[in-house]
């Protein structure tokens, strides 16, 4: 039966292949699960970095107020 999930055909070094080896047994499911959940977790780690640097840049680009200071301008 088809699958609507998309494959990949990757070469891994030994020692990864090793690891990943390991990791799947310890975690009880097969070694391309076990991938595509590193992958999955790689993916949302590189999210987050992006999304940091796009709010420090943005933060640079402003003046920030000390936390006395916003409160004396909000009330």
């Known amino acids: 039966m088809p699958t609507k999930k998309k494959r990949l055909n990757i070469t891994l070094p030994e020692e990864t292949h090793v690891y990943l080896q390991r990791l799947a047994l310890r975690d009880h499911m097969p070694e391309a ?3 595509a ?3 999955q977790v790689a993916l949302e780690i590189e999210e987050d970095a992006f999304f940091a640097a796009v ?3 943005r ?3 402003r003046k ?3 936390h006395d200071a916003f ?3 909000a009330l």
């Open 33 to 35: 699960t076990k991938a």
């Open 37 to 39: 959940q590193l992958l």
């Open 55 to 57: 709010a420090d840049k």
């Open 59 to 61: 933060a640079k680009k």
């Open 64 to 66: 920030l107020l000390s």
């Open 71 to 73: 409160w004396s301008k």
